[in-house]
Nanobody
Framework: QVQLVESGGGLVQTGGSLRLSCAAS????????MKWYRQTPGKERELVSS????????NYADSVKGRFTISRDNAKNTVYLQMNSLKPEDTAVYYC???????????WGQGTQVTVSS
């Protein structure tokens, strides 16, 4: 059974930091590109960051560049999102996504709430 379980969300003040984790199971984690998305009510889900299967290529939305860092540990089947200098506009539900262009399979986590107070 495929599972992506996010953790690490919560309430933080402006300028604070959080580290999100996404623990994967049930598929070959090291073969998948991992992504973090976020969504606020009434808006489309937004791609925040992605990391290639080997961890050698990362990408970020312009809105988080220089503040967020994505990483992965293939030995632990876990992807992380270190979020620094948080702003109220970072408030959203953050979702972990696993994507394989080769197989066409895609999996989603249940999401974790991040709230940044001003």
């Amino acid at each position: 059974q495929v599972q992506l379980v996010e953790s690490g969300g919560g309430l933080v003040q402006t300028g604070g930091s959080l580290r999100l984790s996404c623990a994967a199971s049930g598929f070959t984690f090291s073969s998948y590109t991992m992504k973090w998305y976020r969504q606020t009510p009434g808006k489309e889900r937004e791609l925040v960051s992605s990391i290639a299967s080997t961890g050698g290529n990362t990408n970020y939305a312009d809105s988080v560049k220089g503040r967020f860092t994505i990483s992965r540990d293939n030995a632990k089947n876990t992807v992380y999102l270190q979020m620094n200098s948080l702003k109220p506009e970072d408030t959203a539900v953050y979702y972990c996504n696993a994507n394989s262009r080769w197989s066409g399979r895609e999996y989603w986590g249940q999401g974790t709430q991040v709230t940044v107070s001003s």
